[in-house]
């Protein structure tokens, strides 16, 4: 009888999956990461925190969807310091009168939270900085999803942390896949691997933006953190594939539904519909159509979604 054990590394195998597939596939599980509910923007935004300290902030504004996970990441993280938050919104206003997922939490930290239309966004985040500065704070405005140098280097960081997982496995993945949003996981993930001289092609899966801009602003925050970290080497194309984005950010499809479902039949992986879901859809489309070739080591960047998973339409399920 088959046992499960415990392992050190955010580095696992997917046996079954792989078998069913015929590659080498594995998981780097950034839901696990240890912090503000785990996820890619948990490991922004620890180094995002590291610069407003070293600027002198005490307070945080940042804006995302009514389930954005980096707004949750902030709301708990600046509860952690006890400095206020203000998250500045967009979605719908009834989530407010029951809030669950990722709202529940930003409101249990303590956040302020405003609801606001798309086109209102700059106007309500500049109101939020002017209303703490009148408190005599100092606030820190930080990009919506984390999209900034400092979230950029937090990837590069997790290029150095895969590469002692991949030593400690004697292992090397020649494809990772993950989901691409606002880019800056993109970004500092291919920034990384070029540091480290790793040719691992990096494919980002978007859950929300079509090209050509998707591949724009991942190819603008890639340019920056090379020219931050002077890496010398070549730069990689970028690879920003909006395939699989469906109708569009939250929106689900049959094929997303199908790939959550067997990740956690299979695996007992669980993944959401925003976000990874759409990345291992993308990834099962990629080697059924032989993209991926037979055999290849390929790693999925489980980027989190557990909270968009518990909070989203239950008829789907």
């Known amino acids: 009888m088959s046992t499960l054990r415990a392992r050190s590394s955010f580095l696992e195998p997917l046996p079954r999956i792989s078998d069913d597939l015929g590659i080498d596939l594995r998981v780097m599980r950034d839901d696990l990461f240890p ?3 785990g996820g890619n923007k948990a490991r922004k935004i620890l180094k995002i925190l590291q610069e407003c300290e070293e600027r002198g902030h005490n307070a945080l504004v940042t804006t995302g969807g009514t389930q954005s996970n980096h707004a949750r990441v902030t709301a708990l993280a600046a ?13 719908d206003h009834n989530e407010l009168v029951e809030p669950r997922g990722n709202l529940l939490l930003m409101l249990m ?3 302020s939270a405003q609801i606001v239309s798309p086109a209102e966004i700059g106007q309500a985040m500049r109101s939020a900085m002017d209303g703490l500065r009148s408190e005599g704070l100092r606030p820190c405005e930080i990009p919506g ?11 590069v960081e997790a290029a150095d942390e895969l590469r002692e997982h991949c030593r400690a496995d004697s292992w090397q993945p020649e494809w990772l896949i993950h989901a691409s949003g606002t880019g800056a996981t993109q970004a500092g ?10 040719p691992t092609r990096v494919i980002g899966i978007s859950v929300a933006r079509r090209n050509p801009r998707g591949t724009e602003v991942v190819e603008r925050a890639y340019r920056e953190v090379r020219s931050h970290l002077a890496v010398s ?7 920003f594939r909006d395939d699989w984005v469906g109708q569009g950010y939250e929106q689900a499809d049959a094929s997303v539904i199908d790939a959550i479902r067997r990740a956690a039949s299979r ?26 070739p037979p055999g290849a080591q390929v790693l999925f960047w489980h980027t989190g979604g557990l909270l968009n ?3 989203s339409d239950h008829s789907l399920w």
Do not use: N
């Open 267 to 292: 695996e007992g992986l669980i993944l959401d519909p925003t976000y990874t879901g759409k990345a291992f859809a993308g990834l099962l489309d990629l080697v059924a159509s032989g993209e991926i």
């Open 189 to 198: 993930l291919v920034a990384g691997l070029d540091r480290i001289h790793w």
């Open 35 to 37: 912090m503000t509910g």
């Open 233 to 239: 080497c070549d730069a990689s194309p970028i690879d």
């Open 79 to 91: 509860a952690r310091k006890g400095w206020p938050c203000a998250l500045v919104l967009h979605g």
């Open 145 to 155: 999803g984390g999209h900034s140098l400092a979230g950029c280097l937090a990837y």
């Open 309 to 311: 998973l518990m909070a």
């Open 109 to 111: 930290a303590g956040a």
